[in-house]
């Protein structure tokens, strides 16, 4: 009778029989809860540590990503430029042909004046 009245009064008695204002059903639950909690933010913390990781392992990838784009776009400028260098090489030897041709055709009709 007399833990009834202390439980309307919302006071238990726990194993040790002493008085706590909490039920030992919910102050157990409650350390359960805690325990819980505890393990999450260990878990938690854990995740994060392996996130950052990670986010370090990709921002290493992006930037070897980016040296070797780098030297593709400069392999592929110098591969334009070699390309110009022989049009113009080939325009230059086309005209010195034309120019070759000019001479001896001037040559041959000196000739056939003889």
């Keep these: ?3 009834d009245i202390l439980g309307e009064a919302s006071l238990h008695f726990d194993e040790l029989n002493k008085l706590r204002v909490l039920d ?8 359960e809860l805690k325990e819980e ?19 370090e392992l990709v921002d290493q990838l992006a930037k070897e990503a980016e040296n070797e784009k780098m030297k ?21 030897l086309q005209a ?4 070759k041709k000019m001479q001896l055709e001037r040559n041959e009709l000196k000739i056939s004046f003889l």
């Design 72 to 92: 593709a776009i400069g392999a592929q400028n110098l591969l334009k430029c070699i390309a110009k260098q022989r049009e113009a090489q080939q325009q230059q």
């Design 1 to 3: 009778m007399a833990k």
């Design 24 to 31: 030992p059903e919910v102050t157990q639950q409650t350390i």
């Design 37 to 55: 909690c505890k393990d999450l933010v260990d878990k938690i913390g854990q995740f994060q540590k392996i996130v950052g990781g990670l986010i």
């Design 96 to 99: 010195l042909i034309v120019e």
